[in-house]
């Protein structure tokens, strides 16, 4: 039969060991024997925490917070860049603003532009080809306006940070540039009392004018310089395209010469797009 109560040998049993445990809740709240176990407890749980949080945790979060870095970073050079073509190009045009633009009213009428402070729109190139630019005759690249606003920019010159390039031919979803030295592509241009229309050679940095000497006995020289006439509508007056290179003779009465522009379309994959549409 089992016992319901404990027996008197039991109370006694119980009440020494209540006894002694608050002798030593007594101990231990007076005298701390026990402090220094406890503080090496909570220092091995500490040390424990942290060596388990740095073998599993830190070396993920170490890569997350690298990529992240990385990832910021290129973003931010990717837009210093932008910017600093942007600043390259508004200082081309503020360096030849009395070139660029002949009269205040058109001017105002391109600063009012899409209400921004440049007369141009930035662009970026989407393609060019540099095989066909470096061996054929058809020099185009397909750029894209950055510009929210939906604009046809058709027969608008386009500049980066060194010069005039080309003009907008066509325009879709992007739009087609034709370069100066395409041989489809024609630019007056003028040095002195000489007027010439100088067509695209074909060659990268290369564009040739023809002339008959019994028209224009002076000739020209070698670094002779040439500017854009702004006849044709097309480009502004005054700009310096480039210099003599090269002088051929080609009969008696006939002259080509070659012009080196100063221009490179390879210099930069910012562009700027004047116009007043």
């Not at 141009?120 to 080809?129: G, P, R, S």
């Not at 502004?236 to 009969?251: A, Y």
Request: aromatic share 10%; charged share 20%.
């Amino acid at each position: 039969m089992s016992r319901v109560t404990p027996t008197s040998g039991l109370r006694i049993l119980y009440l020494i060991s209540f006894l002694m445990s608050l002798s030593l809740i007594y101990v231990d709240i007076k005298y701390k024997p026990f402090e220094g176990i406890k503080n090496s407890y909570k220092s091995f749980l500490i040390s424990s925490t942290y060596i388990l949080k740095n073998i599993t945790v830190e070396p993920f979060k170490y890569l997350y917070d690298v990529t992240k870095d990385k990832s910021t970073l290129r973003n931010e050079i990717r837009v210093l860049r932008t910017e600093l073509d942007n600043i390259k190009i508004s200082n081309f045009l503020i360096s030849n603003d009395s070139k660029f633009f002949s009269n205040d009213e058109l001017i105002k009428k391109i600063l009012k532009l899409n209400n921004i402070n440049k007369p141009f729109h930035i662009a970026k190139i989407k393609y060019f080809d540099l095989e066909k630019y470096y061996c054929c005759s058809k020099h185009r690249i397909i750029i894209k306006s950055l510009d929210q606003n939906n604009i046809n920019f058709v027969g608008n010159p386009v500049i980066n940070e060194t010069g005039i390039i080309g003009q907008v031919i066509f325009e879709n979803i992007a739009s087609e540039v034709m370069l100066l030295t395409d041989t489809e592509h024609v630019i007056p241009v003028y040095s002195k009392d000489h007027y010439c229309n100088a067509s695209g050679s074909g060659k990268p940095g290369v564009i040739s004018c023809t002339f008959s000497k019994l028209l224009w006995q002076n000739g020209v020289e070698i670094g002779q310089k040439y500017f854009s006439s702004g006849m044709g509508g097309i480009y502004p007056k005054g700009i310096l395209i480039g210099e003599v290179i090269d002088i051929k003779e080609i009969d008696n009465k006939t002259v080509k010469f070659d012009i080196g522009l100063i221009a490179n379309p390879i210099n930069s994959n910012i562009l700027g797009v004047l116009g007043t549409k």
